[in-house]
T-cell receptor, first 115, second 110 residues
Framework: GAGVSQSPSNKVTEKGKDVELRCDPI?????LYWYRQSLGQGLEFLIY????????KSGLPSDRFSAERTGGSVSTLTIQRTQQEDSAVYLCASSKGGQYNSPLHFGNGTRLTVT | QKEVEQNSGPLSVPEGAIASLNCTYSDRVSQSFFWYRQYSGKSPELIMS????GDKEDGRFTAQLNKASQYVSLLIRDSQPSDSATYLCAVRTNAGKSTFGDGTTLTVKP
């Protein structure tokens, strides 16, 4: 595709519900990243994929968070039993991967609000 | 100590002035350094990348890297009101992970 696509763009959910956020990276990009950005804050690293494997899951805040990537393309970030502190913008980015000089290209994000 | 630290803002400069944004990082094996601009309510977009010590210029923007000091900076010459945004420094390691600083918010006053 022309750019990184994320869906939904907005999600409002009740506390305790599960949510799934989707990311479709730029075609041919092997690396995929998830970040979280709370209002007025910087980007918090969550997880990084190279192909279908995740060399670095160190940023996942708790075991309620999980992510997978299939076919080296689409990725899904799942948050179980959502809490109000999960409210943030979740940003996905992709890069060519394996190339140190490949920058990240970001999607428009999913704004998650937990009520 | 944070992996990537940026000078605390907000930073305000008059139109036409030089804006200087600074960033330090802790991981000595970091390979690649990027500056992203983020407008309010938007996603980050790449402005500059730098990989070798020294200066790299692109239009009104100059990135400077000093690996010995673990320091990277961004200079914006002839600042314009449209440059008002949050600037994010990102550091990428050999393993591929990119870590961002908290950002510096720049306001350019007409």
């Amino acid at each position: 595709g022309a750019g990184v696509s994320q869906s939904p763009s907005n999600k409002v959910t009740e506390k305790g519900k599960d949510v799934e956020l989707r990311c479709d990276p730029i075609s041919g990009h092997t690396a995929l990243y998830w970040y979280r950005q709370s209002l007025g804050q910087g980007l918090e690293f969550l997880i990084y994929f190279q192909g279908n494997s995740a060399p670095d899951k160190s940023g996942l805040p708790s075991d309620r968070f999980s992510a997978e990537r299939t076919g080296g393309s689409v990725s899904t970030l799942t948050i179980q039993r959502t809490q109000q502190e999960d409210s943030a913008v979740y940003l996905c980015a992709s890069s060519k991967g394996g190339q140190y000089n490949s920058p990240l290209h970001f999607g428009n994000g999913t704004r998650l609000t937990v009520t | 100590q944070k992996e990537v630290e940026q000078n605390s803002g907000p930073l305000s400069v008059p139109e036409g002035a030089i804006a200087s944004l600074n960033c330090t990082y802790s991981d000595r094996v970091s390979q690649s350094f990027f500056w992203y601009r983020q407008y309010s309510g938007k996603s980050p977009e790449l402005i500059m990348s730098i990989y070798s010590n020294g200066d790299k210029e692109d239009g009104r923007f100059t990135a400077q890297l000093n690996k010995a000091s673990q320091y990277v900076s961004l200079l914006i010459r002839d600042s314009q009101p449209s440059d008002s945004a949050t600037y994010l420094c990102a550091v990428r390691t050999n393993a591929g992970k990119s870590t961002f600083g908290d950002g510096t918010t720049l306001t350019v006053k007409p």
